[in-house]
């Protein structure tokens, strides 16, 4: 795969729709050989292969310094868990594991809202979908969680006074992870894990048709 022409758009499209939900790459890995990039193009390629491929590590060392900085200020790490909750609803991996697990944990309690909390059934035209089915949680458009959950998150911060100090702990997350995928070289499970997504992307789109 050529990231050099994946644009940034592409680039959050796959981050939205890939499964976070494996477990992060092994310490050994994540620090293990830094090199310079020799040109613009190589830089670009390398940011971006390393932003997909070491998602899950950063997503990690970014809360891990969100929390260093609110070990004085615990509704600050509330706010923090709402925010980082709020932004993984915008996976659709995640909320789809999210859902079913909601779910099958109300049934054992009680399976009448349960079943109210199913998403609506998207009419089916000639044997396909009329329309791309809208993502859902709870019952409920996904919209609402992250609107409602943003807004809970954004009142603690307020109410924390931690707006400052969450503005420095992320801008200092984000430095790291663009200094550590500017100059982590990819490595070969890089590439093979890249491979293997386009592979299921091909696939995906094959069985849509």
Not at 9 to 24: G, M, N, Y
Not at 64 to 71: A, E, N, Q, S, V
């Amino acid at each position: 795969m050529d990231w050099g022409n994946v644009t940034a758009e592409d680039l959050i499209e796959a981050l939205r729709e890939v499964d976070w939900s494996s477990p992060p790459r092994p310490l050994s890995e994540f620090f293990s050989r830094f090199t310079l990039p020799r040109s613009y193009a190589k830089w670009n390629s390398r940011l971006k292969c390393n932003l997909y491929y070491y998602r899950t590590n950063y997503f990690i060392m970014i809360i891990f310094i969100l929390g260093m900085g609110f070990l004085r200020r615990p509704l600050a790490i509330v706010a923090a868990l709402m925010t980082a909750l709020s932004i993984a609803f915008l996976n659709d991996s995640f909320v789809g594991t999210f859902n079913e697990k909601v779910t099958r944990t109300v049934r054992q309690f009680s399976p009448h809202l349960a079943a109210k909390m199913r998403p609506p059934l998207t009419p089916v035209i000639r044997g396909r979908p009329s329309a791309k089915r809208a993502i859902h949680i709870c019952g409920q458009p996904r919209w609402v969680f992250v609107l409602l959950f943003s807004i809970v998150s954004f009142i603690l911060w307020f109410v924390s006074c931690g707006i400052l100090i969450v503005s420095w702990a992320l801008a200092i997350g984000l430095l790291a992870t663009i200094i550590h995928a500017s100059f982590r070289t990819p490595n070969l499970k890089a590439r093979l894990n890249t491979f293997r997504e386009e592979f299921r992307a091909v696939w995906r789109n094959h069985s849509e048709l």
